[in-house]
């Protein structure tokens, strides 16, 4: 379906135009844990609008069927968690550690994992600053980043369904963070508490200890793996609490469907950056990235929607197509922005993503099935985005610069976020050979003219 | 109790079988919402602006869950060709049906972007969105198959060919089908939740055996064209249903509107099926006073609350306009009141 229909950029409207060729046999052949009464997810953008996702009107988005499966599945995720627990599975939140405990949980039975943490993308999906208002009335300052968004959904539980059990990430992750999962403790929630360590170097005045290297070549104690193993067991002893389950064999099993999951990301993300003609647009990107940490509530029917998604990138780097203008501007994007608007907007001025650092390198990195299961997550969370120092992270952003793949960076700067406002000189200062941007996203509806010129300007300098 | 969600989220959870803070609280708060703003009802219906603007004066003053776009239902009829005249304090009239000087294939399916008034529905549902379309669901009551033949025919004539023309009633229903699929689509690319309205199709008007054989299957058709977007459609037939009840779940709707039946014997047949919606006397709320309208609202809500699907606190048809504010007021407290779910 669709096969014969250019590869663009749509809109909304359009979007409705194109949904009214598919027959009602082609919407309801994929489905979310295999339920036909509500599991059915293939809807158009205009849906969800309709259900208060008022960004969706000004947004672009693929014309493939696989984007339309992959939006309509992203977008019915809360819906899905509410149907998981009417199910009885088990819901369960992962805060602040983005890629690993998933991969704990999904080992145990009927377990759903998922990331609260997400909701800092609703305020601007819906342009509404419902959540941040409320956050704001439950204490939170107006200074703190977007994320604060959690805390309110915590309160409103409409977004999601009250957890079964909650895993809480904290150490040197983020702070802002942080604090927020503090304030959902102080509603009653009980919250598990795991700490990550930072990522240190080699330095002479430590003392006297063994050191060990990343995938990714990144130094660190050897220690931490023992420390984080120590860590990760617990939450399994949690998850067997839960469950009355505790089969490491089925960890091998969550390692290797995981691995599937980061592979098919890797691939995807390898195509569409490196092809002639951008295959694939920069905010079904973000969203393919993001679905690695968990598979959005459903790492099966995930795999199936990445799958066609590749399908339909072969495709179009075979004929030559693809939906920007073949002269776009590479460019690497450094954090996610919260706003998907900017995305859409600088594809529209002429750039092209083709590198990023979204602050969840741990989760694009594959896990040994060779050793221990616990050592292997351990090692392969020792590569995370967050942990270490400014220059690992944006290594691959450097390695871009240096072969001239990427001509320019954009970073986003979260709103009161104060882990963005420390390190983004920090890394203009490490890319100074490339031109740089740094954008301060504003809160929902902030998007102005004068934001839009900026990124014309910069753009026309790279061009 | 004060709200935790806002109608969005309330309603959100409400059509994925999860309880919310309390039930929703939608009155039909029509053409009503004029009288809100001191509007001349023709103001109302023939500027979008008006009507959206109206509707959200009306949702401020009174604190329920859902703006309302409607006027009448004769809106895709007048567009198909049927006339109306507008008088300046009343809600259209119509003066001459459109089969009075068409011939059923002469009828064109009416672009909902350029013809008739149908423009004022999108304009009202593109101001309310936009003004409030992140906290408050923007329904829009688009008119069944059947109730636009009829308002395409002669009524009387209409109901006899029911009996003896059978064929000629299936083309003009097949029109008019076409007709609400073109305007629920554009109605759902503006922000707006399409809600089917079938006054005609009642047992007041037509027998059950009537309304299966030429009302429900429209019905269905056009709730299946709605499920194909996953939306929860909401049927609303209004006056007497009782004899209909046990077809309602045969039209796919999600969730039913229902008029001048028992609550509890519906509840018993049907809620666990179908979310129901309903069904307080909308004379009582013209012409009684606050203490009774607490009174029995929350005897209503007390009864329905727990309907297994789920329940939404409202009138049974539309508001009429001379209803005093404080009756509304006090319909809209009771139901808050006594439709608290959590502890």
Redesign the interface.
Known sequence: MFENIAPQKIDLRQWSTQFRLLEDTDIKQFKYYGNDEWGVYLSPPATFMVYGARELKKLKFDNSLSALRLWGFAFNESERLFRARQSGKHIVAAMGDLGTVPVITMSFPECVPFYPDCTWWTPFFNESTVLLDKASELGTPEGSCFVRSTLAAFHKMAYFPKPDILFASTGASCDDYSCIMQMVEDMGYELNWLEIPYRRHRKDYHVEERYTKTAHGFEYPERFETYLVDEYKRVWHKMKQLTGTDDTERLKQSINKNNRLRRLTHEIRELTHNANIAPYPGLEMMVIEFGNLYGYADIDEWLNILSMVKETILGRIEKGLGVLRPDAIPLAWVTPTADPLLLNIVEDLGGRVVATEYVINQALVEIDEEIDPFVALARSFMDASMIGSTEERIRNITTGVDSGKVAGVIISNMLGCSHCAMETRLIEEKLKRVPVLAIDVPGPLGITEQLRTRIAAFLEMLR | MND???P???F??LV???R?DRCNIMPLVTSHAATVKDMKLRDYYTNGENMARAQIAALEKYGHDAISIFSEVGIIAEAMGSVFEYPENDLPIQRVPALKKKKIDELTIPNPKTTARLPVYLEAIEYA??AL???VP?LVYIPAPFTTGMMLSEPNEFLMQTIKEPVQIERILAKSLDAAIELC?HT??A???PIIVDPLASSSVISPKAYKQYALPYERRLI?YLH????DVILHICGETTPIVNLLPETHADLISIDRVSMSDTIEEISGKLRLIGNYDTSQLAFSSPDVITHEVTEMVRQSKNAAKGYIAATGCEVPTQAPAENLIAFVNAAKETGWYWV
Do not use: H, N, S, W
Not at chain 2, 228 to 231: G, K, N, V
């Open positions: 935790i969600l806002t969005r989220e309330r959100g959870l994925i079988d999860e919310p969105y936009d379309g992140d906290k923007i689509y759902i690319d922000g707006g939740l299946d194909r977007y996953d939306l």
